[in-house]
């Protein structure tokens, strides 16, 4: 069964500051990894996605990714972190013959001015 | 701007009484889903559909819940009877699966319906 953890509940990080919210998985195969932004009262908006070849996978908002097999890791990371970065992530993940996403419990990133 | 749109954004209601829930996927989508938001469960899946029909809705309630497509504009998800228990956000999110050797797709979220029951 696949199943992806977000380990830290909320992450402070100060503006200008690199950020990092971390997601490990567990999935038999290889996996297809995903990274989503929840603003508040708002759905869900797609970040970006590893699916295969390089392992750093950049997305929207100047937001990266990197694919990391033998850690079983997808962590999102930011060089450069803004206030209007604050919102709720979730990482998800899914394995080949599933038709279906498994969600993290979500991280609060909160970004001070 | 192509989106998911979900109606009702609010939906308050009291206990017992039927609660219906409405999504229109992006045109062209051929899978949908069922999701339901709390702060003690975070995001579960409830149901999903592909080419309107049902592929897997273990995520629900049986007794209360169901889930339908009765178009490919049109899916929706009813309550009867509605609980305090199932007070969340309900979003509703579509994807188009893509052929090829990874097929795989990103599922795009509407706003979500925030129910009440009380």
């Known amino acids: 069964a696949q199943s992806v953890a977000q380990p830290e509940d909320q992450v402070n990080v100060a503006e200008g500051n690199p950020l990092t919210v971390k997601c490990t998985y567990s999935?038999?195969?290889?996996?297809?990894l995903f990274w989503y932004v929840q603003y508040p009262n708002r759905g869900l908006q797609f970040l970006l996605k590893?699916?295969?070849?390089?392992?750093l996978v950049k997305g929207s908002y100047g937001f990266e990714a990197e694919f990391n097999k033998s850690q079983t890791s997808f962590h999102l990371k930011k060089p450069s972190a803004l206030v209007s970065d604050s919102a709720l992530y979730f990482c998800?993940?899914?394995?080949?013959?599933?038709?279906?996403?498994?969600f993290g419990k979500g991280t609060m990133l909160l970004v001070s001015p | 701007d192509a989106r998911v749109t979900q109606t009702p954004r609010h939906k308050v209601t009291e206990m017992g009484q039927e609660v219906t829930m409405r999504c229109q996927p992006i045109l062209g989508h051929n899978t949908v889903f069922w999701y339901r938001q709390t702060m003690m469960q975070g995001l579960e899946l409830l149901a999903y559909f592909r080419n309107r029909a049902p592929l897997d809705d273990s995520g629900m309630p049986k007794d209360r819940f169901s889930a339908e497509m009765p178009d490919a504009t049109l899916a929706t998800l009813k309550i009867q009877p509605s609980e305090p228990r199932d007070s969340a956000v309900y979003f509703c999110a579509s994807g188009l699966l893509t052929p090829g050797l990874h097929r795989t797709y990103e599922q795009y979220f509407g706003p979500g319906t925030r129910l009440t029951v009380t």
């Open positions: 590893y699916i295969t070849g390089d392992n």
């Open positions: 999935v038999s195969g290889n996996p297809y």
């Open positions: 998800a993940v899914r394995e080949p013959g599933y038709s279906t996403l498994t």
